[in-house]
C-alpha cells in the first residue's frame, strides 16, 4: 500500500513539474522511479527511467 501512494505522489511531482516547465524538479522525480526501481531488482525499469530522465532534460 505504501509503494503504491510512494509512486502516486510521485507521478504527481512530476505532473505538477511538467506543468510548471520546472525541469531539476522533472529530472528528480525520474531519478526517484529509478531509484525505486533498482532498489525493487527491476534494472531494465531503472535504466530506462534513467534514460528517459537524461533525453527529456538534457536536450540540446
Known amino acids: 500500500m505504501e509503494s503504491r ?3 502516486s505522489r510521485l507521478r ?5 513539474a511538467q506543468h510548471a516547465d520546472h525541469r531539476e524538479i ?3 522525480t525520474y531519478e526517484t522511479e529509478a531509484w525505486r526501481a533498482l532498489t525493487a531488482g527491476d ?11 537524461i533525453s527529456r532534460n538534457f536536450r540540446m
Open 26 to 28: 522533472q529530472a528528480w
Open 5 to 7: 501512494a510512494a509512486a
Open 12 to 16: 504527481a511531482a512530476g505532473l505538477l
Open 43 to 53: 534494472y531494465v525499469r531503472a535504466f530506462s527511467s534513467n534514460v528517459c530522465s
